[in-house]
């Protein structure tokens, strides 16, 4: 009898208390409409690069690399003690190319723009439109090579918010992707350039705010 009720357990153990297989993520890739949320700790990367920024951040950030490309854009303010936000140095975007995607990545160029603050603002409002729109995936999208962006912003009441994408072919997740690009290039442009291109970006980043503001 003791025999029997051991057998009895063993087959119970094996085939009625198994421990479940974990959640997965459905193998059929496809691209997510939206960012997807990511921690702000635990990324070697990305941490060595706010570490660089500092205080430079909050009104909205990318943070890229591939194979051979690293670089990162961050829109910031200062706070001055007479209150003047029209300040010629009040509003900034910070452009660094890195010299890896690691912990010990270094800025091999690092650049700060003064800019105006509705620049900076309508930067922060199309941020923070899409961050907050970010959600998990319920597919798997990740592949072997392409590209990572990270994005981040502070918003009120919420604090920093962050969310990342992987090498997106189109929709808002490219578009944003495109904007942070477009960034960088307006730091890397000459002076006289920077007008004709800040007007173009204000014009895209409202699109893309509007538009962001209404996708589900």
Known sequence: MKTLAVCIALIAANHGFAAPDPVRLKYEPTEPKFLVPVSPRGRDYQEAVLKILDKRWGLGTMIYDTVGDFFAVSVWGKDYADNDHDHPLHNFVTYLRLNGAGGSAK??????????????????????????????????????????????????????????????????????????????????????????????????????????????
């Open 107 to 216: 800025a091999e160029k690092d650049i700060d723009i003064p800019i105006d603050v509705d620049f900076a603002l309508t930067v922060q409002r199309a941020w923070a439109t899409m961050l907050l729109k970010s959600r998990y995936p319920e597919k798997s999208f990740l592949g072997a090579d392409g590209y990572t962006a990270e994005f981040s912003v502070w918003v009120t009441s919420a604090g920093g918010v962050y969310g990342y994408t992987w090498s997106p072919k189109s929709g808002l997740t490219k578009e944003m992707v495109d904007l942070g690009v477009s960034l960088a290039d307006y730091c890397k442009a000459s002076p006289a350039e920077r007008l004709t291109r800040r007007a173009k970006l204000m014009e895209q980043l409202q699109s893309f705010e509007e538009r962001a503001a209404k996708a589900k």
